[in-house]
């Protein structure tokens, strides 16, 4: 099994968080019901948050080649 | 959906695009202008998409239809529309005295510091009990605190109506008494008909013309 790169693997885990963070939004931006509103702060927003933050501490965490 | 709420989908949605292209390739990376590249669509964008979010959501949680839509409010809702001037919610509704689209929010938030904010907690603890909890029958909710004069000075202090109306100015304490909020515009007596809920089989209703 080849190695796989650690940045290109937490950008890839990172990409994904985000992708479904962004997805979460984009669905409940469509609704106008406050369940809605909960599930786009709570869930999407924690997927971003953690998306984000991996993100950053992989940037900051891997060694330059 | 309103074009502002659409844009910020289309963006969401284009910024899941990009990410997707930078999962699927991650070499892109590999040269300056690409690692500049995920910085933006990795960080600033998301970040970006969200606050533009959350501004959009918390401005259509103001909403009147937002408000009613939990099925506990429709009564509440109807109340607006009954045909008696001395409904005091259905005054204000009907003759825009307060912007018929965010009714509610308007005479239900909290014009003090940090008010907005309070009641979309408020507002999350109703989402809690409607969803989770067992949610009170519509004639038995009550406000968290009694209604505080403040709500309704926003609009009235300074008003010709209210700063010399005749049972206003009767007596000179009056007026002091209902700035301090020590005399209650609403439970004192004087506007005390507001969403009057459990009478509302025996009320006539306005209909907005169209």
Redesign the interface.
Known sequence: MPDV?P??WR??F???L??I???I??I???S???????L??AI??LF?FA??TV??FS?VSTPRS | ?PLG?TL??IL??F??AL??V??AR?AV?ATRGGKIL??LV??FL??L??AM??S??ME??K?T??CL??HTMEAYGKSLYVDDPSHIPAAHFQNHRVPADEACYTCHTDYAMFGTLKVKLD??R??YI??LGTPPAPENIKLYEPYNNRECLHCHLGARSFEEGATHTADPATLRAIKSNSLSCLSSGCHDVVHDISHLKEAKFWKEKN
């Open positions: 790169d940045m290109v950008l890839q990172t990409g994904s985000l992708i963070g962004l997805l939004e984009a409940c931006l469509f106008a019901k406050p369940i809605a509103f909960v786009f702060v999407g927003g971003l998306g984000v993100y950053l940037i | 959906m709420t910020i989908v969401v949605l910024s899941a990410i997707g930078l999962v991650p990376t995920a910085f990795l960080f998301p970040i998409c969200g979010g959350i959009s959501e259509r949680s909403t239809a937002f839509s939990c507002g999350l109703h989402v409607y969803y």
